[in-house]
Nanobody, 128 residues
Framework: QVQLVESGGGLVQAGNSLKLSCVAS????????MGWFRQPPGKEREFLAA????????YYADSVKGRFTVTRDNAKNTVYLQMNSLKPEDTAVYYC?????????????????????WGQGTQVTVSL
């Protein structure tokens, strides 16, 4: 049974940083591709970033490119999302997701339907 558990959310002032973690269990983590999404209040879930299983490729939404960085540590079964220069509009529940095993061929990492497993989410609130 694959499980994803996010942590690291909280309340932060605008301009500051947070680093989210997502620990995976129940499979060989190094064979998964991982993504981060968020869902602001009253809005749909949106893609933020993804990292391929071998970590040689990363993908970002335009809204966070240059501010957010996705990395992974396969030895720790963990994927991270470093968020800098946070803005009030970054307030949302943040989710990690896994494509497990990693996809073959061309993959649309921006679609929620591409992912097989989801974490429960962690709240990030950015105040002025």
């Amino acid at each position: 049974q694959v499980q994803l558990v996010e942590s690291g959310g909280g309340l932060v002032q605008a301009g500051n940083s947070l680093k989210l973690s997502c620990v995976a269990s129940g499979g060989t983590f190094s064979t998964s591709s991982m993504g981060w999404f968020r869902q602001p209040p009253g809005k749909e879930r949106e893609f933020l970033a993804a990292i391929s299983w071998w970590a040689s490729s990363t993908y970002y939404a335009d809204s966070v490119k240059g501010r957010f960085t996705v990395t992974r540590d396969n030895a720790k079964n963990t994927v991270y999302l470093q968020m800098n220069s946070l803005k009030p509009e970054d307030t949302a529940v943040y989710y990690c997701a896994a494509i497990w095993p990693h996809p073959k061929g061309s993959t649309d990492y921006t679609r929620t339907g591409t992912y097989d497993y989801w974490g429960q989410g962690t709240q990030v609130t950015v105040s002025l």
